[in-house]
């Protein structure tokens, strides 16, 4: 923890985006966190991210729960909304705040601790209900806070500090997504923003749940020979299958790719991704064959990342609901609440 | 790019943009660090070692070191070094006994020095301790120089002139004033051991215009100067042009608002952005209400009845390219100028008619002489020249750098050694970590602007001639000045074997300086940075491959602001903040 603040000094070359913000606009506060976090890196890949989507920070919700990952929210956007919630409650808040206020981006930032065990269940009913959000995993395999017990995305066989080894079986985020019916699954690594920062910003332009599980090594507990989620096995092991460039609405494309190889996706507020397939057998857009992939080449070891599992078309929690356009949040009192004649109207249509 | 190599010291010390930009490399840095923790003797006796004069400098150094300091690029306004340096004069305690002195047991060897300006005291300065007999030749009644009769004691005081001059001739310099040297020859024929020529360039340029002969009232700036620091002059005319627009244009311009002059103009031939005086001397004339009048080429004096009524100037024009070069000029017009009195300061050439031409000590075309960049020897062996007498006029830190590098020559001359037999300077490193996130600098960046120095009022100032005009900083000015420095010397040192790639150092820089990414050649490498490295003046350090991936660290030097968030955020020290001390040998290190 650093006692100074970061210098407000700037590159002066830095660029400012059509809002006339920089990249440091979108900064928060100085990082608690301990030197190295993979966490910090997420959180710088967040405030790239913001800043080229050029996304006005008072349109943005920030949602955690608890441990070291759901303090990040605290060191990016501090002039957006946020809430810190109950351990692995997020998802409710996040449901809440989304039923009421349908027009922000939602962005939640969970840990493995958060959402695959004290959160499980939440974490699973979110997707379930395709709600439209980011849903970010800082995935580092061990209770960071608590000094580092192994947490349920440990893998079987990796090493804890003391050189024990985890006996229990691992649960997948991605997999679970995939099975739960996330409609935008991905995964990538905290050391690789080239990778991430195209993730992020399709995850928050698609229309419904985005997962991104990203490895994020735990450097104090989990960094060492024998873990399998520190930053030189991920290295060691990172297998993109599909590469995800981001173009927002209205922006001409530049990147030049071979007919064939790569396959546009255009979302539902016109930006639109262009996914290049590096693995060739991977299919992204079939779920089962998606799972069985990902399965098979985790069990020889590889980190699979890249855009995993996406559909573009699945409705969301308000699609499926049929609820009005216009967000609660605007609406008329009147029409929010229309009085004990309306309520007794209806409940003579029970009777 | 290959890896930089950081064990020459000449890497570190670029990054040092103040030290490397000043010519006798004083450590700025560290003095600053000095007077903020309230050791003003320690930071004099800093800047002495390099400097030698300390309180003169930090009232008139042309400071090269501010215009290169880093807190420019980053914002705009550089640190106020050159004042902090008089705070530390000011508030310097008697550090007389910390002087050197010279030995009991003289060495025997005899050294002539021309001139008591800077140059020919920095040498004895330099000598005098080591043991050497020197002999200091003046033709004037009093020490200094040019320092003394060219910058008004409004700017310096004599006082303070007399202190620090008085330092090193009371160690034991064998001073003879009233004695100019003649002839170069009957100074050779008393058997020195070696000459030193420190005599300045004391010839003001002349303005050979159509009038000039006819009247008594047109001034050499440098000549009409040592008049008044000399007491020999106490008036001057209402209506007074000065011709030329350098600092002794400037120098005369104020003397004269406070001799009697009324209407005051200082007349340019090109536009302000030509201009040779320095930004905050022009500031201070401004201040006083003198005009600078723009693009007025003199043409003729006007003479009426034997006596100067004004000049004639011709109205100028220029086209000037996108990079700031006259392409062409031409004369629009013609206007006249009332004056009483003219004053020429466009320039001065060091000339030496006491020199006698077949001694084997050669001159240029332009009467200069053929003077060795390196050792500062003239063709004659053991004849040195230093100062504005070696190179035409320059500042006076320079010539106190010519000072240590021609004593160096000297002591080899003397010791029968080769004169390019020097020293190269050397470096020190050590890390300033004191805890987990604490280190023994100010790593706190301070937002605060530059603090302006405190004049004394217009109206009193003029009431005398020797009113110094700048006060020195208040003490809540130190403070904060002091904290402006970035301490450019506490280096980002790095250790490629260390890393493990978390781009924790990247994520927090706040100026983008650093960068990960495959090795590239300088020019591409430049382009593909955080932020893109386009100020070519400023050096990429590219370290060796990273051990995970095989890219390499790549750091643009430019706007670093040294607040060490990289260090604090590394978890495995592959960065540290390293103190870098240049050592400068000497002449007293080559015994």
């Known amino acids: 923890m650093s006692y100074i603040s970061k210098p407000v ?8 985006n059509s809002l006339g913000l920089t990249a440091r606009d979108y900064e928060g506060g100085m990082s608690t966190l301990c030197a190295g976090c993979g966490h910090d890196s997420i959180t710088a890949a967040l405030i790239q991210a913001f800043f080229e989507l050029e996304v006005p920070p008072h349109r943005v919700a920030k949602l955690s729960g608890i441990g070291c990952s759901s303090k990040t929210p605290a060191y990016f956007l501090s002039a957006s909304h946020g809430l810190n919630s109950v351990h692995g409650r997020m998802p409710s808040i996040a449901t809440g705040a989304n039923a009421a206020c349908s027009d922000l981006t939602y962005v939640g930032i969970s840990g493995d601790g958060d959402s695959l065990s004290i959160g499980l269940g939440q974490f699973a009913h979110a997707m379930r209900r395709n709600l439209n959000m980011l849903y970010i995993i800082e995935n580092n395999g061990v209770y960071g806070l608590t000094k580092g017990q192994f947490s349920a995305s440990a893998d079987i066989g990796s090493k804890s500090k003391r050189g024990v080894p985890n006996r229990f079986e691992p649960i997948d985020p991605v997999l679970t997504a995939i099975a739960m019916g996330g409609s935008f699954v991905a995964r990538s690594f905290s050391g690789d923003k080239q990778q991430l920062v195209p993730l992020i910003k399709a995850g928050m332009a698609h229309k419904g749940f985005a997962l991104l599980d990203i490895i994020s090594p735990c450097v104090t507990f989990n960094d060492h020979d024998g873990s399998t989620k520190s930053y030189k096995y991920t290295r060691d092991n990172f297998t993109e299958v599909t590469h995800a460039d981001f173009v927002p609405p209205a922006q001409e494309i530049t990147i030049k790719y071979d007919q064939g190889s790569v396959q546009p996706v255009t979302l539902h507020d016109g930006s639109r991704i262009y996914l290049r397939k590096i693995a060739e057998d991977y299919d992204p857009s079939d779920r089962s064959s998606a799972s069985a992939y990902i399965q098979s080449h985790q069990e020889k070891g590889e980190v699979v990342t890249g855009l995993l599992y ?12 049929q609820t009005v356009a216009t967000p609660l949040r605007d609406q008329d009192y009147s029409v929010l609440c229309p009085g004990a004649d309306a309520l007794k109207a209806l409940q003579h249509g029970y009777r | 790019m ?3 190599d950081t064990s020459h010291p000449d890497y570190y010390h670029k990054v040092v943009d103040c030290q490397w930009g000043c010519p006798a490399h004083t450590n700025v840095p560290e003095y600053i660090r000095l007077i903020a923790n309230g050791q003003f003797s320690d930071a004099y006796m800093l800047n002495r070692e390099s400097n030698v004069f300390p309180a003169i400098l930090g009232r008139v150094c042309d400071r090269p070191c501010e215009p290169a300091c880093r807190r420019r690029r980053v914002d705009e306004k550089p640190v106020a070094i050159c004042r902090l340096k008089r705070v530390a004069a000011d508030h310097r305690d008697d550090i007389t006994d910390r002087l050197p002195t010279a030995p009991e047991q003289k060495n025997g060897k005899r050294v002539a020095c021309i001139g008591a300006g800077c140059a020919s005291l920095t040498v004895a300065n330099d000598l005098v301790p080591m043991g050497y007999e020197v002999v200091i030749y003046e033709a004037l009644d009093k020490t200094g120089g040019l320092m003394r009769t060219n910058i008004p004691a409004f700017r310096l005081p004599g006082k303070v002139l007399d202190e620090e001059i008085n330092y090193i001739v009371d160690m034991g310099v064998d001073l003879r004033l009233n004695s100019p040297v003649n002839s170069m020859q009957a100074l050779l024929e008393e058997g020195y051991d070696a000459v030193f020529v420190g005599s300045g360039a004391p010839k003001g340029k002349e303005l050979n ?20 620091a000399f007491e ?7 209506k007074v042009l000065i011709i030329g627009v350098g600092n002794t244009a400037m120098d005369c311009c104020r003397t004269s608002l406070r001799l009697g002059g009324k209407d005051v103009k200082v007349m340019a031939r090109k536009p302000r952005e030509f201009f040779k005086a320095s930004d905050w001397e022009l500031e201070d004339a401004e201040e006083e ?8 080429s003199p043409k003729e004096f006007v003479i009426k009845e034997g006596k100067l009524v004004g ?3 011709e109205q100028m024009e220029y086209d000037i390219d996108e990079n700031g070069r006259i392409t062409d000029s031409r004369v629009t017009g013609e206007k006249f100028f009332p004056c009483d009195d003219v004053i020429l300061a466009i320039g001065q050439e060091n000339a030496f008619p006491w020199i006698e031409r077949d001694l084997g000590i050669e001159f240029d075309q332009w009467d200069v002489p053929a003077v060795d960049a390196t050792t500062f020897q003239s063709t004659r062996a053991g004849v040195f020249f230093g100062g504005d007498s070696a190179f035409g006029p320059k500042n006076i830190i320079w010539a106190v750098e010519h000072g240590h590098q021609a004593s160096i020559s000297i002591h080899n001359y003397c010791q029968k050694r080769e004169l390019t037999d020097r020293l190269p300077p050397t470096m020190n490193l050590h890390s300033t970590k004191m805890g987990i996130h604490e280190w023994s600098y100010s790593n706190d960046y301070n937002p605060a602007s530059r603090r302006q120095m405190p004049h004394v009022e217009l109206k009193k100032r003029f009431k005398k001639i020797n009113i110094e005009v700048e006060l020195g900083f208040t003490l809540d000015q130190v403070i904060t000045e002091v904290e402006r420095c970035m301490n450019c010397d506490v280096q980002t040192a790095f250790f490629d074997k260390l890393c493990i790639e978390c781009d924790a150092c990247i994520d927090i820089c706040p100026v983008d300086c650093l960068t990960i990414t495959h090795n590239g050649s300088e020019q591409d490498l430049r382009q593909r940075l955080s932020a893109p490295a386009e100020n070519p003046e400023q050096d990429l350090f590219v ?9 390499v660290m790549v750091k643009d030097e430019d706007v670093c602001v040294h607040c060490g968030l990289c260090a604090e955020r590394c978890p495995t020290g592959a960065w540290d903040m390293q103190q870098f001390k240049l050592d400068i040998p000497f002449a007293e290190d080559h015994q």
Do not use: C, Y
């Open chain 2, 543 to 551: 370290s060796g491959d990273l051990p995970h991936t095989g890219r």
């Open chain 2, 289 to 296: 209400q003198v005009e600078i009048v723009i693009n007025h």
């Open chain 2, 232 to 238: 020999h002059l106490d008036s001057i005319g209402e």
């Open chain 2, 311 to 313: 000049m004639l100037f």
């Open chain 2, 209 to 228: 215009l159509p009038g000039r002969d006819a009247a008594d009232r047109i001034h050499i700036g440098i000549e009409w100067l040592e008049s008044v």
């Open chain 2, 2 to 4: 290959k890896p930089t």
């Open chain 1, 9 to 16: 000094a700037r590159h002066p070359g830095q660029k400012k």
């Open chain 1, 310 to 321: 996406m559909n573009s078309d699945a409705p969301d929690m308000h699609a499926t609901n």
